[in-house]
């Protein structure tokens, strides 16, 4: 999943209770990924960052058919 974050997008986000979180949009819009809460932005950012590194080397599983 080399590509993976080259192709989709980060949405950051507060919350009712004004918590931090971020979505994983792919470039249709479609949320692929709703991170947990986070304590602050800082947090939340260091949050993206980890997933970014990681979906670098994920493997991609086609479980469509």
């Known amino acids: 999943c080399a ?4 192709h ?3 949405e950051q986000k ?3 209770r004004e918590e931090t979180y971020f979505l994983l949009l792919v470039t249709s819009k479609q949320v692929i990924c709703t991170s947990e ?6 947090s939340m950012i260091n ?3 980890s997933v ?13 058919g």
Do not use: M, P, V, W
């Open 3 to 6: 590509d993976c974050c080259n």
């Open 8 to 10: 989709a997008r980060f």
């Open 14 to 16: 507060i919350s009712k």
């Open 37 to 42: 809460i986070y304590n602050s932005r800082q």
């Open 47 to 49: 949050g993206i960052a």
């Open 52 to 64: 970014k590194k990681s979906a670098s080397n994920a493997k991609i599983e086609d479980l469509t």
